[in-house]
């Protein structure tokens, strides 16, 4: 009964590799949520591209705008504009479907021909019954992987995190910037640079005595030695300040 898929090799091998890739993209994005998921539960430290793309993309809207007045939608544009490759997540997902109906198609096509042929019920049935498990693991793996359940899920934990955890962390830092540097730099808005940590923490005495041998110093020096002096002190300070800021900005990154 089944001689008829080796006299349709080529209707047979159209029902065969839709179906498998029909499958195959299902199975790909159900990987790729639950890759998602997993890393949500840990977004300080996450190595995954989009999650860490949805992290810079909140902390820019939220410092430009002030905050971020609806975290869901902001959320929902982000799921949205998933993409792997040239296609969006939601692309690939109908992709699949559409890769399902072509294998049905085939089958559909295989029949007609046989039909046309003069075969009998016997001589087609192979190709319902292809169509008819074709459609049943499509399904149940649809049901199985439950790629709208786990899109719902990551969009919960994307939505705890920012809200409860990244939202509060980011104004604390602009507070701590200023006092670090007098002002946040923003553009339209002049910065004072303050004194860096370590010279404010240093003790007073400690400020007098360098004060005292820097005067009694200078005193003795010629003019182009003091000169030397002032601009690697200034050249300290600079990377100093610098190294702070850097700190500071990473921690916020990955918070």
């Keep these: 009964m089944f001689t008829i898929f080796k006299e349709e090799k080529v209707i047979t091998a159209g029902i065969l590799v839709f179906l498998c890739l029909s499958v195959l993209v299902r199975l790909m994005l159900a990987w790729m949520y639950h890759t998602m998921i997993r890393e949500t539960d840990n977004m300080a430290t996450t190595g995954n ?26 959320v929902d544009k982000f799921l949205n504009r998933l993409s792997f490759g040239h296609l969006s997540f939601d692309a690939w997902y109908h992709l699949s479907g559409q890769c399902m109906l072509f294998s049905v198609i085939f089958a559909g096509v295989g029949i007609c021909k046989g039909i046309l042929d003069g075969r009998m019920l016997g001589e087609i049935l192979p190709f ?43 104004p604390v830092t602009e507070q701590d910037y200023e006092r670090l540097y007098g002002a946040s730099k923003l553009p339209g808005r002049r910065t004072v640079e303050l004194m ?34 002032g601009m690697a002190q200034q050249d300290e300070t600079s990377r100093v300040t610098e190294e702070e800021l850097q700190a500071l900005l990473q921690e916020l990154l990955t918070v």
Excluded: W
């Design 49 to 74: 591209r989009l999650l860490k793309q949805c992290k810079v993309k909140f902390a820019n809207c939220y410092q430009l705008n002030g905050g971020v007045s609806n975290i869901p939608v902001f």
């Design 196 to 229: 860096p940590i370590r010279g404010r923490t240093a003790q007073p005495q400690e400020m007098v005595r360098e004060t005292g041998r820097e005067v009694f110093s200078t005193e003795h020096e010629m003019p182009g030695k003091m000169e030397d002096r």
């Design 128 to 170: 319902y019954i292809a169509s008819f498990l074709g459609l049943y693991l499509y399904f149940s793996l649809s049901a199985l992987v439950d790629i709208k359940g786990k899109r719902r899920v990551l969009k919960t934990n994307l939505i705890d995190y920012l809200e409860n955890h990244l939202s509060g962390r980011i």
